[in-house]
């Protein structure tokens, strides 16, 4: 019988046994900021260096346990929190302030990483034949070793398990470091599934990232760093890490931009993905649309039905079944879009306000923000270089494509991009020029296949892309000849 939400609050994981700290921050509900939704814990130096001990001793085992004893045992903990989603969708809705479909499909998606990532690491893992040397040669496959998990506070559940759960199935032991915003819901399916693995293969501290964060990048023992968060931090990390030769694995900002082109089809469902490509968890996704360039032709009736669709968003609580988009996650994501926003005004830029509030009576309660579409803005304003990290959008005409992929270009960022027209061999030829790890045609969301992803170039991130649900990220191969 499986404990449903086994307390989680204030404590953290180290070679299998749950310790508790003194020293603890509060988790607030962002929509309802005076309701306390737990506590994490805030670790030291010393607890990250006993968690990488933990997680070296634990590597001589696990590394050599066979491949189809890890696909069990992943498979077997698969099964475990697959009977716990419910109970865990409106801890997730209370701490990020997702709304609960949002936070179900996560939930659901992580489930899905490590069946699927088990069957995976089954066909994968076998040696590789290659033909036509004067030797037989074949190519195998080893762990590297302790495997560091930094995750951010947008999407904690997903972005955790993308990178802990192959890394494990590989054979490496984890040291994961959730957000401090929302880690409950991370910490409590992780202490669903960590007893089917043995101790030290999964270990967790919570806390800062200057002190937590700084000190498990710079062990020397720690091979891989699998980071998803900002471009600023991951640049740190590179520069921490490089006390000895890790392996990273970089997941960074993005300032997507969506090309409308003068023969686009926007109808209804076109118009309906374009909405939840930048509104999808408030805007708070690195691959949302952040920029929207339309060709002049297009530009008032794009406007006009963007502004009609946003008029359907209804604004509150996640808990909510009506709510359509939830509250921004923490104070300073609010602050840090509302200020971007009335600078933006400043300069002249139009604001339209749109959707619906769920509950006026409860507004100030929570970070709550109603979607803006923002024109008369140009490219080079502030909100446009920025990633917004918010529900609030530029849309920008342009006269002529070429200048439009310039514009699109024209940013540090490169992870995603999207191109809407009726034409896809222009699609194609658009996407080989524009400067992203993937590029959409005529929608802008996530790879449904697990087993694919394409993160993101220039400061997006290290360019790795992975056909094999991320396992390829976390191991060596190796030449063996005979
Ligand atoms: P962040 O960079 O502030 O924090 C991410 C994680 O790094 C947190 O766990 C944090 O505690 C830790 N951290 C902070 N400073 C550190 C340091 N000096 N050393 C080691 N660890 C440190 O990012 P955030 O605000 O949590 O998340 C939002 C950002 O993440 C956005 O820029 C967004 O685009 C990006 N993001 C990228 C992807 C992707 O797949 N490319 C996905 C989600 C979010």
Sequence with gaps: MIS?????????????????SSKIKEVRNPAKITEFVGEVALCSETDVTQAVDAAENAFKAWSRT????????????????????EEHVSLFVRENGKTMVEAKKDLLRCVEVMSKGADTLLEWWKPVHVEGQAQKVQIRKRPRGVTAVISPWNSPMILTFKRAIPAILAGNTVVIKPATYCPLTVMSCLKIIESSFPPGVINIVTGSGSVVGEALCGDTRVRTIAFTGSTETGKKIMSLSSNSVKKLYMELGGNDPALILPDADLNEAAIKRIRLGILRASGQVCSAIKRVYVHESRYEEFVDKLKKEFERVVVGSGIQPDTTMGPLNNRSQFNFV????????????????????????????GYFMLP??????????????????GPIIPVIPFADLDEAIEMANDTEFGLRASVWTSNETAAIDIADRLEAGAVFHNNHTVFQNLRLDFPGIKESGLSQETRWGGLELFTDCYGFAD
């Design 66 to 85: 066979s491949v189809d004893e890890r696909a069990k045992r992943m498979k077997e903990a698969a099964e475990k929190l697959s009977t716990v989603i």
């Design 338 to 365: 509302k200020e971007l926003l009335e600078r933006s005004k400043q300069i002249g830029a139009q604001v339209e306000s749109i959707g619906q509030k769920l509950d006026s009576a409860s507004w100030e309660e």
């Design 372 to 389: 803006s579409i923002v024109t008369n803005l140009s490219h080079d304003s502030e909100l446009v270089r920025a990633e917004q990290f």
């Design 4 to 20: 449903v939400f086994p307390e989680v609050s204030s404590q953290y994981l180290i070679g299998g046994e749950w310790k508790t």
